[in-house]
């Protein structure tokens, strides 16, 4: 069972502002804890800084202070890119400024924190030293947009900005995100097929697999959990079939010879599409792959970082049934973690992980940046699914994700039938001349 919420699963409070501005003596005194290293030498901060707490009344959170977004220089310039990953993954942005400075920097900050749709509270920190202007207060009041005033070295104010951060915390923040207990119904079963590969930590199972048990206990149900080589026996021993067969997405072909076709199956890797991701979206992109031709270039990125080893999923096994499946040699690219390429023209599709240790708000920004570049990205399990021939079926559990793949799945083979009668008419044409 979980021990703790995962990062992927906690609210994500960013702090931004100027260098010197209090983030980290706010982050410091909000969490009670000396986290942030302090100094009146501008620029202390440089990678984000994150801590994991729970905030009443809201619940578990992670806070990330980040580095001035006016910092200067080639190291400068890198900090500030760092700060905008945090932006990308925050849930609620603080906008720390001292009292009494409102500039046309921080105007357009907070147009670039707006611009994510984050909502935010601005800390005005330091009101020891200068009052609010009262002409600020009124603008941001006139804005719908909530402050608080505060003195971050003593701590004074610390509970107004904690009751701001609850009013505007989104509302699905308090509730527990739901993995699989909407498909499998109390007093059902599910049977979770997880196999132990190289990467899996020692003495532990992977995040989303330990949430599904979890949730499905929240959910009054029962699971059984095998590695793929007792999936047989264990459905011959329940006496009643289960609810949904649930599959680590690496042993999908095996999985779907032994299950009966009356019995849902889907991969965990399709879970995390729909509970970080865009699940109908990413399938559309599935779809995509009919499209490679021998010699394009796919973009596979991780959203973790680990040691990768013989039979790596992303490195060796997709590449291996993506190749089978186009008929020839294509060219992967991999990145890891937050390293993503600004250019995406190269890329002929983008294949990601289903970013189990990441919040939802960030991946569906990288979801949203490959569509604004016009390069579709899809997940794991839904293109290794299709690559096999049984994404149809690994969707029957999400009926709009199903009808989605039929549409798109129709269109491309209009599309191809269209561009094989062209050529049908161009050779005739050929021919007859």
């Known amino acids: 069972m979980v021990r703790a919420?995962?990062?992927?699963?906690?609210?994500?409070?960013?702090?931004?502002?100027?260098?010197?501005?209090g983030k980290s003596s706010l982050l410091n005194a909000i969490t009670q804890?000396?986290?942030?290293?302090?100094?009146?030498?501008?620029?202390?901060?440089?990678?984000?800084?994150?801590?994991?707490?729970?905030?009443?009344?809201?619940?578990?959170?992670?806070?990330?202070?980040?580095?001035?977004?006016?910092?200067?220089?080639?190291?400068?310039?890198?900090?500030?890119?760092?700060?905008?990953q945090a932006i990308a993954r925050s849930d609620i942005g603080v906008l720390v400024t001292e009292s009494g400075v409102w500039t046309e920097f921080e105007e357009k900050l907070l147009a670039e924190l707006r611009s994510?749709?984050?909502p935010i509270v601005v800390a005005l920190n330091k009101v020891d030293l200068c009052r609010p202007e009262i002409d600020h207060l009124i603008r941001f009041e006139q804005q719908g947009l909530p402050y608080a005033k505060l003195v971050a070295t003593t701590g004074e104010g610390v509970d107004e900005l904690r009751a701001k951060l609850w009013e505007i915390a989104p509302a699905e923040s308090a509730e527990p995100q739901v993995v699989l207990r909407d498909l499998v119904g109390p007093d059902e079963t599910a049977v979770l097929v997880m196999p132990i590969d190289k990467e899996a930590p020692k003495g532990r199972i992977k995040q989303l697999q330990a949430q599904s048990i979890r949730d499905l206990l929240d959910g009054e149900s029962s699971c059984v959990v095998v590695k793929n080589a007792g999936l047989q026996k264990a459905l011959d021993n329940l006496r009643t079939p289960p609810r949904i067969v649930v599959t680590d997405a690496q042993v999908f072909e095996q999985v779907a010879?032994?299950?009966?076709?009356?019995?849902?199956?889907?991969?965990?890797?399709?879970?995390?599409?729909?509970?970080?991701?865009?699940?109908?979206?990413?399938?559309?992109?599935?779809?995509?792959?009919?499209?490679?031709?021998?010699?394009?270039?796919?973009l596979v990125a991780e959203s973790c970082t680990h040691h990768p080893v013989e039979e790596d999923i992303g490195r060796v096994k997709i590449p291996r049934w993506l190749q089978k499946y186009v008929g020839g040699e294509l060219?992967?690219?991999?990145?890891?973690?937050?390293?993503?390429?600004?250019?995406?023209?190269?890329?002929?599709?983008?294949?990601?992980?289903?970013?189990?240790?990441?919040?939802?708000?960030?991946?569906?920004?990288?979801?949203?940046?490959?569509?604004?570049?016009?390069?579709?990205?899809?997940?794991?399990?839904?293109?290794?699914?299709?690559?096999?021939?049984?994404?149809?079926?690994?969707?029957?559990?999400?009926?709009?994700?199903?009808?989605?793949?039929?549409?798109?799945?129709?269109?491309?083979?209009?599309?191809?039938?269209?561009?094989?009668?062209?050529?049908?008419?161009?050779?005739?044409?050929?021919?007859?001349?």
């Open 331 to 433: 060219h992967f690219t991999t990145v890891k973690g937050r390293d993503f390429p600004q250019d995406l023209s190269p890329y002929k599709l983008v294949i990601h992980c289903g970013a189990c240790m990441w919040n939802r708000r960030e991946m569906l920004n990288r979801i949203r940046e490959c569509q604004r570049q016009a390069v579709p990205i899809t997940n794991y399990g839904l293109v290794i699914a299709y690559a096999l021939g049984i994404l149809e079926r690994a969707l029957e559990p999400f009926p709009e994700a199903l009808s989605a793949y039929k549409e798109e799945r129709q269109k491309h083979l209009e599309t191809q039938l269209a561009s094989s009668l062209s050529h049908c008419d161009e050779t005739i044409m050929s021919v007859a001349d």
């Open 116 to 118: 994510h749709g984050i």
């Open 257 to 298: 010879r032994i299950t009966p076709d009356s019995i849902p199956l889907t991969a965990f890797s399709i879970l995390l599409s729909r509970l970080k991701g865009d699940l109908v979206a990413q399938t559309r992109a599935a779809v995509a792959v009919d499209l490679l031709q021998p010699g394009d270039r796919v």
């Open 33 to 84: 804890q000396k986290v942030s290293i302090v100094s009146e030498v501008a620029g202390t901060t440089t990678d984000p800084v994150e801590k994991p707490m729970e905030l009443l009344p809201i619940g578990p959170v992670l806070f990330v202070d980040t580095a001035g977004v006016d910092d200067v220089g080639a190291l400068g310039a890198q900090r500030i890119e760092k700060t905008r």
């Open 5 to 21: 919420t995962s990062k992927g699963f906690r609210l994500h409070i960013g702090f931004f502002g100027r260098r010197n501005v």
